[in-house]
């Protein structure tokens, strides 16, 4: 079985597939500012209490990310607080950008988010069997009074 995440009151495992893209698409990741994005993600997220990275992918129009969010944080919570804290770094660093995207706006204004849950099957399946055993323990039960 799945190892689960803990936190003081609940059992979790909440993954999500993000995508998010610079506006208009335009092909801004390459050479060094791939790499430099893939370090800042990294790092930003570890700022964040458990948020973990999975997977990233950035491709010249797009960043894909498979993260580990635990509920005590929201999904748009994070992805404000990533945009925009890698928007900073990125016109910082990279002064050319500013000029392609006047009024410091980097990002589209929306992201994709999918969670990625276990397995549908199995769960229906899970539930199935709770409901034979709460049947099973409920007739034992009644043949103690």
Request: glycine content about 4%; hydrophobic content about 30%; overall charge positive.
């Amino acid at each position: 079985m799945k190892q689960f995440k803990r936190l003081s009151h609940s059992l979790y495992e909440c993954k999500y597939h993000i995508v998010f893209c610079p506006k208009y698409r335009h092909r801004i990741f390459k050479d060094d500012i791939v790499e430099y994005t893939r370090q800042q993600i990294y790092q930003l997220c570890k700022q964040k209490e458990l948020v973990e990275v999975l997977e990233l992918n950035i491709k010249p129009d797009h960043i894909h990310l498979v993260m580990d969010i635990p509920p005590k944080y929201s999904v748009s919570e994070i992805m404000g607080f990533l945009k925009g804290k890698l928007a900073l770094r990125l016109f910082q660093k990279y002064e050319h950008l500013g000029r392609k995207y006047w009024g410091r706006h980097l990002w589209s204004r929306g992201y994709f988010v999918s969670t990625i849950g276990l397995d549908e099957d199995k769960i229906r399946k899970y539930v199935k069997w709770q409901e034979q055993n709460d049947k099973e323990s409920e007739s034992h039960q009644g043949e103690l009074f």
